[in-house]
């Protein structure tokens, strides 16, 4: 007689997607069982374009100081990757930070 479990599933997914065609992502999903063992084995597919998704950065996007919020444009001038924010100047990027403003540069 085999008895029902209540499974308690450990599950492993790969950090990339094991596939990716122009529309389509695929990733295949592992599973066992910590109480009886089971293993189950899926692939899981989703459409990047779907109405779920959420676009991040349109292509079109144009971008403001995260200071000042002067217009800069699809191509801001400095980028910080360390804040993820966006400057038209080094004053702007100085202030935002917290630094002193070198008044020389200018």
């Not at 109480?35 to 989703?46: A, G």
């Not at 995260?66 to 993820?84: E, K, L, Q, R, S």
């Amino acid at each position: 007689m085999i008895k029902d479990c209540e499974h308690e599933f450990d599950m492993r997914m790969p950090y990339a997607p094991e596939s990716m065609d122009g529309t389509y992502v695929h990733v295949q999903i592992e599973a066992t069982c910590e109480k009886c063992n089971m293993e189950i084995l899926t692939d899981y597919s989703w459409e990047v374009t779907g109405v779920h998704g959420e676009i991040v950065q349109d292509a079109d996007e144009e971008y403001e100081c995260d200071w000042c919020n002067a217009d800069m444009g699809a191509h801001p001038t400095i980028t910080d990757d360390m804040y993820g924010a966006h400057f038209c100047c080094k004053e702007c990027q100085a202030i935002y930070r917290g630094e002193e403003v070198d008044e020389e540069e200018e």
